[in-house]
């Protein structure tokens, strides 16, 4: 099991004294606090020597004597009365293609606010999620560990009669906002979300409260009450139709620490966006399917924007790290001739290739990380798990996580260790298969492994027996199989891919610690 503990001395956002904590609890009644400015100055109160007032006026020593003291007794009170860990908020967009963004090099998508979040911040352009589907790639995000150490674990679940085993795996690993607990946060899960009661998982609060959908798998997935329960239920209307339980989260906590799980389903099916959002998509260019696709991107980067606008009005915008990301890609099939290199047909969502598994991510940090800048650096999600815990002031020790932190990397520039992605399904899409169309209909079990490098993607379609390389950065789309002209690297590839299957499910055998009970 991952085991955390309070940084004492790492890199913490600073604080007015008001933020002051001492033990994760907040000390001193509300009305002793000053109130925090924009600056980040406290604004004067009521007898701390504001002209005019009858305190002030009645001993003009009094106040600097008061303001002393104050400090006086703040700093016995606390260890690092001038840190308080930021609040982080993770917004995972839906099925969207790595290159539909404005900030991404799109000459037709229109994402002003997402551009503006990533003009302001870092972005790195070459991050890849650890599946090409929304379950899988989700679990990563809370959990930090691979959907193939998932997996491992769900299977003796299911030797042992365990209907949905991901449940008790979520209940007794570390999470992050289990881990983030012990720093002092407040955690909210709004949205696409898979892994039952979201308190099972840590979370303070959540628009997930049902433990399983009634039903067997077979009648739900005919139904398809599966996908909308398990997925977060009545929940997946977050950002879609409301925003309402994320800004009255936000508003019951100001004064505290808080993370927060905003997983809109968008620009996810069904692409029904309102007439507003799809007026930059003209109907002479565009098919109405590519349309109501793009309309819901610009639907998604409302929200985000709304997002963004409530933050400041509630003042923490400043003290708060946000962090975007696409749980996976899509690949809308191409109705017409209006953008080819985007609409490329089946190697998107639940496929091995690039379009599925590649996302760009957004860190955005005002006054503390760096503006305008945008690194190639090679990145897997299980990166995310150690970066969001530096960033917080937890240090995890996690013997079963093979995520590395970009915490210095994002700061100052310094080298990121990662030279290539591994990655996996163990259930795929069948060649040419819509996924528009029916998501029960094209999707078999069955195993595929990529690596990714700066020059090279591999591909490994195990149970296919078969393989493909790609010089991935001169052929973006991998039409051209440059295999036979390479096998040495094919030989060495593979060899990886199994040494990595290996090490990463032995960290979670049944004979490993984290193992659940």
């Known amino acids: 099991m991952l085991q955390a503990d309070v940084e004492t001395d790492g890199s913490l956002l600073k604080a007015s004294t008001r933020e002051c904590r001492l033990g994760g609890v907040l000390r001193g009644p509300r009305s002793m606090r000053p109130t925090i400015t924009r600056s980040g100055r406290p604004q004067p109160q009521i007898g701390d020597g504001v002209e005019g007032t009858r305190s002030a006026r009645r001993n003009p020593r009094q106040p600097v004597f008061s303001a002393f003291l104050l400090l006086a007794l703040l700093a016995l009170g606390c260890t690092r009365a001038d840190t308080v860990p930021p609040n982080i908020v993770l917004v995972i967009a839906d099925d969207q293609g790595w290159r539909d963004f404005g900030f991404m090099g799109s000459d037709f998508i229109h994402t002003p606010n997402l551009d503006t979040l990533a003009r302001e911040g870092v972005v790195l352009t070459h991050a890849f999620n650890t599946a090409s589907a929304c379950r ?262 996690a013997s079963d996580r093979t995520g590395l932190s970009l915490y210095g990397h994002l700061m100052d520039g310094r080298d990121f260790a990662r030279d290539r992605v591994i990655g996996g399904m163990s259930r795929l899409r069948q060649d040419d298969a819509d996924v528009g169309l029916d998501i029960w209909a094209f999707i078999a079990k069955e195993e595929a492994y990529f690596v990714r490098d700066r020059r090279w993607r591999y591909i490994w379609h195990k149970d296919r027996q078969r393989e493909d390389l790609f010089e991935i950065e001169n052929d973006p789309l991998e039409r051209e199989d440059v295999l036979a002209q390479n096998p040495e690297l094919a030989r060495r590839f593979r060899g990886e891919i199994e040494e990595w299957i290996a090490r990463a499910s032995a960290l979670v055998s049944p004979s490993a610690e984290s193992t659940p009970p």
């Open 136 to 397: 899988p790639s989700l679990q990563t995000l809370l959990t930090g560990l691979h959907p193939l150490q998932i997996k491992t674990l769900a299977d003796v679940g299911r030797k042992e009669g365990a209907t949905f085993p991901e449940f008790r795996i979520i209940r007794s690993l570390e999470t992050l906002p289990k881990a983030l607990a012990r720093r002092g946060y407040v955690s909210f899960q709004g949205g696409k979300y898979w892994e039952g009661p979201s308190g099972a998982a840590g979370f303070t609060a959540g628009t997930n409260s049902k433990l399983t959908p009634q039903g067997s798998k077979k009648a739900l997935a005919k139904s398809r009450g599966l996908l909308k329960e398990l997925s977060g239920g009545d929940g997946t209307e977050l950002g879609r139709s409301t925003m309402a339980p994320l800004f009255e989260f936000i508003d019951e906590h100001v004064d505290e620490p808080f993370f927060i799980w905003f997983a809109p389903m968008l620009p996810h099916l069904p692409h029904d966006p309102a007439a507003e959002f799809m007026r930059s998509y003209s109907a002479e260019r565009f098919s109405s399917r590519d349309r109501r696709y793009f309309g819901n991107i610009t639907r998604l980067d409302d929200r985000v924007g709304q997002l963004l606008a409530h933050l400041e009005r509630r003042g923490v915008r400043e003290r708060t790290l946000i962090i975007f990301l696409a749980d996976n890609g899509w690949d809308q099939s191409q109705e017409s001739d209006s953008s080819p290199q985007y609409l490329g047909g089946s190697r998107g969502k639940f496929s091995i290739y690039e379009q599925g598994f590649r996302t760009p991510i957004i860190f955005s940090w005002p006054g503390r990380l760096p503006a305008g800048q945008s690194h190639a650096t090679l990145v897997s999600t299980v990166d995310l798990f150690p970066t969001i815990l530096e960033f917080a002031g937890v240090k995890e020790h």
